[in-house]
């Protein structure tokens, strides 16, 4: 079965300071590992996709990075502006390959 | 342009309420879908069209009843719905069908069903 775990639930940083947030996954034959922002109230906005190890991708403050088995997802010197809820996500695999497999997100609060 | 556009934003409907939820995108992709994301959970497939055409039911209640006009237009039918049913509803839009391509959100549609 097709598992995607992010880590930690939620992450309290002041404003500069530089972490990183986990999404482990499981599932046969990756075909890429999609990087969310959600917002309150808001539909997920769509950041990176990564389709192999070893594979980075920026936009501003954030990096994303790929493993054979995780991927990370860098804020470097963050601001208020990056609270939110970052989802990863990949596609499913055999018969569920129409559908994206969340995991449960992590709840980034940066405080000023 | 990466842009998926919903409305209405909010909507309050009674059990025996009919209403429609309204998706369109202009990007040029094939493939259209509707989630459902209760609070503090991730979004859930409800259902896929590709080419215009139904392609996936994740076993959605007949209550929900989803429409395709054409390629830009997604529409979700909603009738007879339960407290239950109240959630953020997002449509996304993808070039095609295969979750390997990029999924695009739309800011959802929030339902209340009193």
């Known amino acids: 079965e097709d598992q995607v775990t992010q880590s930690p639930e939620a992450l309290r940083l002041q404003e500069g300071e530089s972490s990183s947030l986990n999404c482990s996954y499981t599932v046969s034959g990756l075909r890429g590992l999609f990087w969310y922002r959600q917002d309150p109230g808001k539909g997920p906005e769509f950041l990176f996709t990564l389709y192999s190890a070893g594979e980075e991708k920026e936009k501003e403050r954030l990096k994303a990075t790929l493993t054979k088995k995780e991927s990370f997802l860098h804020i470097t010197a963050p601001k208020p502006e990056d609270s939110a809820t970052y989802l990863c996500?990949?596609?499913?695999?055999?018969?569920?390959?129409?559908?994206?497999?969340f995991g449960k997100g992590t709840l980034l609060t940066v405080n000023p | 342009d990466t842009e998926v556009t919903q409305t209405p934003k909010h909507l309050v409907m009674g059990m025996t309420n009919k209403k429609s939820l309204k998706c369109e995108q202009h990007?040029?992709?094939?493939?259209m879908y509707w989630y459902k994301q209760k609070a503090k959970k991730p979004p859930e497939l409800m259902f896929v069209?590709?080419?215009?055409?139904?392609?996936i039911n994740e076993s959605v209640p007949s209550r929900f009843s989803p429409e395709c006009p054409n390629s830009s237009l997604l529409n979700l039918h909603l009738h007879a719905l339960q407290p239950e049913d109240s959630a953020l509803y997002l449509c996304a839009s993808s070039r095609r069908q295969g979750a390997e391509n990029t999924i695009y959100f739309g800011e959802g549609s929030w339902l209340t069903v009193v």
């Open positions: 990007m040029g992709h094939r493939a």
């Open positions: 069209y590709s080419y215009e055409k139904l392609s």
């Open positions: 996500a990949v596609p499913g695999s055999g018969g569920s390959n129409y559908k994206l497999t």
